[in-house]
């Protein structure tokens, strides 16, 4: 890797101070392939620079949506650097495509190659200030739900703090719970929906401009989705619908049984249908950490040392508070080669298979870490989604470090009926995605019509009938059904990235049956894929980790049946 060519102590925050580097890039003269491979390896040294400064500015942000400083940087990044980027990275793009030697470059640049193909086809220098925009709108988006909170049992609360009284045994606790929060989002719906009207439209231009019809077209390209089509997409929501709605419906039927309800209702979806008090598998973040510690340590001293680095490196912001932006994250800082995990824990059994699928996340920068270029160091999202969700799965045997055996039991159970019910979740956002921008012309009422349709054919058939009763004439709130899209942030920041979720589900599960009957062999496995860093595509990534990529009504089925196996022996 070449030393001289970027100042490690480069501020790339400032245009101005990147620009003599993007230049020379550009103009450099280039007579050989060994001149070509000296430019990618000059371009990923300094992007590794800009990709640090840009994760930490975008982890401020995240971290404190109230810090008006850290937003204005967040913006002036967004604003006045990221733009010349995709300037730039065009410009460089073209020349080595163009380049008379770039044939005789090394197999290990074919992934990269094709990608640079993908992105010089779909670069439109008219949509920089278009991409722009939608920054700002996510940004936006982002301020409205970190600012979101309530007033309940006494105290001002975020709403991930608000998820543990959707398990209380008491279903009037419950019910107040549920209404307080859906006035408190009600009140943004108007604005979240104007901000999602103005994406859509230029996510739209984006794509028209780029030479596509619409943005379904676009987003496959520039996401690099070379190994499976729209059409795969729908084929596997219907096997998902096939294959786990008879499933969902009958645990449904089951919580309803035996809670004797006679109407269900929304706030009856996530209380232990025994009566059993919620899960809490830890009181404060320290037990967290120390608990995830120890479940890596016995799964493998390699795993439990990369887990610890986190915290000794001051990589983790795990707790839930006012001002802080939804979700959770892992975000790979490419120079210091450490990963940062953001999310918002409240104490419940989410929140702990959160931080294990967020550890996965980082696992999966470590074991790539040692790759040279930055792009060899990232890797499809369907399987870098592979590496945090199988490891929620090859934890079950562990979660005794935070329960005892019988709340182990429960919490595997909780998990394993999760995965039934979240494939037709991601069914139901992906499937919507694909209406909204094949349809880009759509009303809001058209828009909603479309989503209780598809929520009809996926959903939880709840009761809606009279939930105003007792409440403020002035707030509707079965208005939050329609929408409750506006929950999903993915719409807003990372626009069809949610099937991906749904690959990698099929192939966690896959992995967890190794794991079952050899752990160390699937281990193995495991790191042999995630180790690969992107210098495969998808399919060969799969393959490396002894996977197979199927989304056929068998292939579907076969995993959800397993999982349903596993349930019934708990």
Not at 482 to 511: C, D, N
Request: hydrophobic fraction near 35%.
């Amino acid at each position: 890797m070449t030393e001289s060519f970027v100042n490690e102590e480069l501020d790339a925050s400032n245009w101005d101070n990147l620009k003599k580097y993007f230049d020379d890039l550009v103009h450099r003269d280039l007579n050989c392939s060994s001149c070509l491979e000296n430019l990618i390896i000059d371009e990923s040294q300094l992007s590794e620079i800009i990709s640090e400064k840009r994760a930490k500015t975008y982890i401020n942000m995240t971290c404190h949506t109230d810090n008006a400083e850290y937003q204005k940087a967040w913006k002036d990044f967004v604003e006045n650097v990221e733009p010349k980027l995709l300037e730039y990275d065009d410009l460089i793009n073209k020349r080595i495509i163009n380049h008379g030697s770039v044939e005789e470059l090394p197999a290990r640049y074919n992934v990269l190659l094709k990608a640079i193909k993908s992105d010089i086809g779909i670069f439109r220098e008219e949509n920089i200030p278009l991409q722009t925009r939608l920054s700002i709108l996510e940004t936006k988006y982002n301020e409205i739900r970190g600012k979101q909170s309530v007033n309940f049992d006494g105290e001002e609360k975020t709403f991930p703090m608000m998820a543990i009284y959707q398990e209380n045994t008491d279903r009037d606790i419950r019910e107040s719970a549920w209404k307080t929060c859906t006035k408190r989002i009600l009140e943004d719906s108007e604005d979240i929906s104007t901000i999602f009207d103005e994406m859509i439209k230029l996510r739209h231009q984006i794509a028209v401009n780029s030479g596509f019809k619409g943005y379904q077209e676009y987003i496959f390209s520039a996401m690099h989705r070379f190994d499976y089509t729209i059409d795969d997409c729908l084929e596997f929501h219907d096997s998902i619908e096939l294959s786990c709605m008879p499933l969902k419906n009958i645990m449904n039927e089951e919580r309803i049984e035996n809670l004797k309800l006679n109407n269900f209702r929304p706030w009856d979806a996530s209380v232990d249908i025994y009566g059993n008090k919620p899960l809490n598998p830890f009181g404060n973040i320290s037990e967290l950490i120390d608990g995830c510690s120890r479940i890596f340590h016995s799964m493998s001293k390699e795993l439990g040392d990369y887990f610890d680095l986190l915290e000794k490196n001051k990589c983790l912001d795990l707790e839930s508070r006012k001002g802080k932006a939804p979700g959770g994250y892992q975000y790979y800082l490419q120079k210091s080669r450490m990963p940062f995990i953001f999310m918002n824990a409240a104490g419940t059994q989410r929140n702990l298979e959160t931080m294990i699928h967020e550890a996965g996340h980082a696992f999966h920068s470590f074991y790539s870490g040692h790759l040279d270029l930055v792009h060899e160091r990232d890797s499809p999202i369907e399987f870098a989604e592979v590496a945090s969700m199988s490891m929620e799965l090859l934890t079950h045997p562990e979660w005794e470090k935070f329960y005892d055996e019988i709340d182990s039991k429960r919490a595997k159970k909780k998990h394993l009926q999760g995965i039934i019910e979240f494939m037709p979740w991601m069914a139901t956002i992906d499937s919507f995605q694909h209406w909204i921008y094949h349809n880009p012309q759509h009303t809001r009422d058209e828009r909603s019509t479309k989503w209780l349709e598809i929520i009809e054919r996926y959903g939880s058939k709840f009761d809606y009938d009279g939930i105003n009763d007792g409440e403020c004439e002035e707030v509707d709130l079965e208005k939050i059904l329609e929408t409750s899209w506006q929950l999903q942030g993915h719409l807003f920041g990372a626009p069809f990235y949610y099937v991906e979720y749904g690959i990698a589900q099929l192939g966690a599960l896959q992995m967890w049956k190794y794991h079952k009957t050899d752990p160390e062999r699937a281990l193995e496995l495991y790191k042999n894929g995630l180790s690969l860093g992107y210098t495969r595509g998808l399919l060969e990534l799969f393959n490396a980790s002894g996977l197979k990529m199927s989304f056929s009504h068998n292939h579907v089925s076969e995993l959800i049946n397993d999982v349903n196996n596993a349930i019934e022996m708990l």
